[in-house]
């Protein structure tokens, strides 16, 4: 792709022996002018490296070996290549519609804004050392981007850990195989496909903010350990915002939530498929929590949790500390071979419960009018309160197995 694209521009390329590092002296390119737009700007494997010392618009960018120090600078290219480059960015912006981008290394924080409407196809983001902020984002119709690179937490112990923050307006990138060592926020609107563990363990060691600001496309998504076999793990607390589309954990992978996790949806409302979902009915997936899992409020409306759908499914709850789940509108609670080591209470306009294990007191509140049948297999070994505030319809338990209750 970019072999094709630079033969169509002029190509600058950056001297063997420069006068200094100034990237806007003409002196330091082999055409005698600065690369602008329209043009192809090309660093081979220099030893007396570029600095930019203004902004730059190109048609294409690449940089082979070597350094770049970006000096905090907005670059704006069609194509950007850069391999096993060091990169000194110290807050640079990068605006591009196609990348390829292996084995560098950029110290400082860097935003990298993958804009294309365009190009399709498998694109790669492979092992690169960030060892500073990273902001990615990707406003896409048709690419497949496959990030499989590394945040480097400092050796400083005053330095924070390095933050990540993922924007997918529209594409699909998957990540796999790394260790985030700060703070990392996640967010996707409409069109927005996003994998966490697909084929390579995801550790989460700060705190994780996932908000789907999705609108219309029920089908959007942001899912985590999908695949057999390979593990997404949550250190700090995890907080879910849902709009149209879903989270999924698992199905087929597992999960471990080692602090609070909270669940609250937008106000929009979705469609059948629209929730957030831990593990799935019929896959061996495992979901463990060893904290509370949090959803909607009864006291602050911003935090309710209005989505359709609320699934608990092959989860293990090792905590005793009290669960509180609160569902608004008319969607459906499902607990499905689970395990509650604590006390449990659910209020949901629509509650379904199989194969389940309660090692405490549990309250189940049915809100909204209609027929609830639980298919039944539970397990209860403490108190079971049922309570159906709704004006008609029935909440019954054991539809097609027994129940136990050892209270």
Known sequence: MVGQATAQTPTHTWKNTPVNTDWNNPANWDQGTVPASGHTARID??????????????????????????????????????????????????????????????????????????????????????????????????????????????????????????????????????????????????????????????????????????????????????????????????????????????????CTFKEGVSVQSTPVVGTYLSGVYFGDNSTSGQQTFLSTLTVGSETDPNASYKSPNLRIANCIFQTSTPQKWKMDGGGKCTVHQSTFAGNLDAIAPHIYLSGSSFQMPVTFTKTANGDDLSNGGNTFHGKVILKNMAQSGMLKMANQTDDTVLY
């Open 45 to 254: 494997y220099c030893t007396t490296c570029p600095t930019l010392t203004s902004d730059i618009t190109l048609d294409h960018l690449i940089v082979n070996g070597g350094k770049m120090d970006m000096a905090g600078k907005h670059i704006t290219a069609i194509t950007v290549q850069f391999q096993y480059v060091t990169i000194n960015s110290q807050g640079a912006i990068l605006d591009f519609a196609w990348q390829y981008w292996l084995g560098n290394t950029i110290n400082g924080s860097i935003t990298l804004n993958f804009n294309n409407a365009q190009l399709s196809g498998y694109q790669s983001h492979n092992s690169n050392y960030y060892y500073g902020d990273l902001t990615y984002s990707l406003n896409i119709g048709k690419a497949f981007i496959d990030f499989n690179s590394y945040i480097v937490p400092s050796t400083n112990p005053s330095v924070a850990s390095p933050k990540f923050k993922l924007n997918v307006a529209s594409g699909s990138i998957s990540l796999a195989a790394l260790t985030f060592p700060g703070e990392v926020e996640i967010n996707s609107l409409d069109k927005g496909y996003i994998f966490f563990a697909n084929d390579g363990n995801i550790t989460f060691k700060g705190k994780v903010k996932i908000t789907q600001n999705t609108v219309n496309d029920t089908y959007a998504y942001t899912r985590f350990s999908p695949t057999d076999g390979f593990a997404t793990i949550f250190e700090k607390g995890l907080e879910i915002t849902n709009g149209t589309g879903y989270v999924l954990f698992g199905p087929h992978g597992d």
